[in-house]
């Protein structure tokens, strides 16, 4: 089965800083990739699909980008609510494992 | 608007059995893939199963695979999972998801805790 790893498991950042949490598949999967954001006793949501196509609703400060093995989810300016615990998704076949998470705060 | 609603979580004891169901409204349930997620408490999410829009094709995680059954009724647009054989490491929030572009609406989740 291909494992998805996350790193950093968690980071502290600055409000207003660009944050990166990345994501490696251990074989190709093409672009079959989506991150998730779950706040802290919320359900998740889908934030991003298809590796870089943001879900409707979601702010233009979160972008994503990669294909095959290596994936980045990036937040352009970090703001008080998106602290969170991020999750990729590989979805192009089964099982369709997540990334360990990573827990984002604010310094 | 799209929602799920998971029902059927509880308390029971190792060995034991449960059922949960999800009822979907707001699309049209046949035409999507759904899955079953879980999350132990303050753990990371874990991919259950999930299963296709006519039943035809369906997948389980290791963890779970010869004592979990997915199956779904899309005359009463609802998705079910079988849980047999429960251990304590099945607890966990249950979450029905519509299984489009990875997972792209969730329920609230119902909580399965396995003891004694």
């Known amino acids: 089965d291909i494992q998805m790893t996350q790193s950093p498991s968690s980071l502290s950042a600055s409000v207003g800083d660009r944050v990166t949490i990345t994501c490696r598949a251990s074989?190709?999967?093409?672009?079959?990739l989506a991150w998730y954001q779950q706040k802290p006793g919320k359900v998740p949501k889908l934030l991003i699909y298809?590796?870089?196509t943001l879900q409707s609703g979601v702010p233009s400060r979160f972008s994503g980008s990669g294909s095959g093995t290596d994936f980045t989810l990036t937040i352009s300016s970090l703001q008080p609510e998106d602290v969170a615990t991020y999750y990729c998704?590989?979805?192009?076949?089964?099982?369709?494992?997540f990334g360990q998470g990573t827990k984002v705060e604010i310094k | 608007q799209v929602q799920l609603v998971e029902s059927g979580g509880g308390l029971v004891k190792p060995g034991g059995s449960l059922r949960l169901s999800c009822a979907a409204s707001?699309?049209?349930?046949?035409?999507?893939?759904m899955s079953w997620i879980r999350q132990a408490p303050g753990e990371g999410l874990e991919w259950v199963s999930y299963?296709?829009?006519?039943?035809?094709?369906?997948y389980y995680a290791d963890s779970v695979k010869g004592r979990f059954t997915i199956s779904r009724d899309n005359a009463k647009n609802s998705l079910y999972l079988q849980m047999n054989s429960l251990r304590a490491d099945d607890t966990a929030i249950y979450y029905c998801?519509?299984?489009?572009?990875?997972?792209?609406?969730w329920g609230q989740g119902t909580l399965v805790t396995v003891s004694s």
């Open positions: 998801a519509r299984a489009w572009r990875g997972a792209d609406y």
């Open positions: 074989q190709v999967i093409g672009t079959s």
């Open positions: 298809a590796a870089s």
């Open positions: 299963i296709s829009s006519g039943s035809s094709t369906i």
């Open positions: 998704q590989k979805y192009n076949s089964a099982p369709r494992t």
């Open positions: 707001g699309f049209t349930f046949s035409d999507y893939y």
